[in-house]
C-alpha cells in the first residue's frame, strides 16, 4: 500500500502541476476541504490567517497498515557477528547491538568518544569526513559493557595498528586506506554478510532490536528514549511502544490472569 500512495503521490504532483499552469482540471485528483484544528488544539502555522478556508488534499489514497520495526534474534544476530572475518566488522555490529546507536553515529565516532575506563560511549553530533550523520541534536552517554571494551582492544592490536585517524571506523583495505568508513561501504558489507548467513538485515535492524527488547524487559521508555537520542518520549512510543499478542499474554500471565485464578466460574 505504501508504494502504491507514493506512485499516486506523484501523479498527483503531475496534475497539480498542470494546474497551477492553466489546465482545467477540476476536481479530478483533489477536492478542498476545510482546515481543521487537532484535537490536541494545535494548528497549522499562520492558521489565524487562513481563518478556516479550505485547502486543496489529495482525494485518491489508500489506507495503510501501521507496520512494526523489523527485527533481529539473538540467533541472527550471533550469526552475523560469527559471519565477519574481520574485527573491525565484528566490533561495529556489536556496537550497534550493544547501544541501539544509528549506524550514522557510529561511523562518525572518534577514539576520543569511547571512554573505556568508565564503560561509556558518548555520541557527539559533528561534522564528519564521510557524511556521516548523528540526527540527534545534543550530544548523549549510552553504557557498554566490557565485552565492547574488549573488542576494540583487539580491534586496535590486531587491525589499526599504528594508523594516525581520530575515527573510531576507519577503511584498512583497498585504495582509501586510513579514511573513515563510508555508508557505501558499511552496506557492501552487509550485503556480502547477507549472503553468508542466507537472511536479509540492515544496520538499523539492530536499533529497532534493542529499543524493542529494552521495552519488552520493562525498561522505562523515558530511560530508552534518552538512550536512543529521540527528541522526545512520544516518538519513542510511536515507533518501539508497540505489543504483539504474545507480548500482552506474557505480561497478563504475569500479573496472575488469563491462569483461571483471578474468579472461580
Known amino acids: 500500500m505504501t508504494t502504491v500512495n507514493r506512485k499516486l503521490s506523484a501523479v498527483s504532483g503531475l496534475y ?5 499552469h492553466g489546465v482545467d482540471l477540476g476536481d479530478l485528483v483533489t477536492e478542498l476541504q476545510p482546515i481543521r484544528a487537532r484535537r490536541t488544539g494545535w494548528k497549522p502555522f499562520l492558521y ?5 478556508q479550505p485547502e486543496r488534499r489529495r ?18 544476530v550471533q550469526m552475523i557477528l560469527d ?11 556489536a556496537l550497534l547491538w550493544e547501544t541501539g546507536i544509528r549506524i550514522g553515529e ?8 569511547l571512554a573505556v575506563a568508565e564503560g561509556e560511549l558518548i555520541v557527539t553530533p ?13 550530544p548523549r552517554t549510552v553504557p557498554v559493557g566490557p565485552e565492547i571494551v574488549r573488542l576494540y582492544a583487539d580491534y586496535l592490536h590486531g587491525e589499526y595498528g599504528d594508523l594516525d585517524s581520530d575515527y573510531l571506523f576507519v577503511n584498512l583495505w583497498g585504495g582509501s586506506y586510513g579514511r573513515p568508513l563510508t555508508y557505501a561501504s558499511v552496506y557492501d558489507l552487509v550485503l556480502r554478510l547477507r549472503r553468508e548467513t542466507g537472511f536479509g538485515f540492515d544496520p538499523h535492524w539492530f536499533r529497532h ?20 537520542g529521540h527528541s522526545s518520549i512520544a516518538t519513542t512510543h510511536d515507533i518501539y511502544g508497540h505489543l504483539s499478542v504474545e507480548d500482552a499474554r506474557r505480561a ?14
Do not use: Y
Open 48 to 52: 489565524h490567517l487562513v481563518g478556516g
Open 209 to 228: 532490536t534493542r529499543a524493542t527488547l529494552l521495552l519488552r524487559q520493562g525498561m522505562p521508555i523515558e530511560v530508552v528514549s534518552t538512550l536512543l
Open 126 to 138: 559533528r561534522v564528519n569526513d564521510n557524511r556521516a550523520r548523528a540526527k540527534s541534536v545534543s
Open 252 to 265: 497478563l500471565e504475569a500479573a496472575g490472569f488469563l491462569t483461571g485464578r483471578e474468579v472461580r466460574w
Open 83 to 93: 559471519a565477519c572475518t574481520r574485527l573491525r566488522d565484528r566490533f561495529l555490529f
Open 59 to 76: 482525494t485518491i489514497k489508500l489506507k495503510t497498515s501501521r507496520t512494526h520495526p523489523a527485527l533481529l534474534s539473538a540467533t541472527k
Open 106 to 113: 557510529a561511523l562518525g565516532l572518534r577514539h576520543e568518544d
Open 16 to 20: 497539480v502541476f498542470h494546474a497551477r
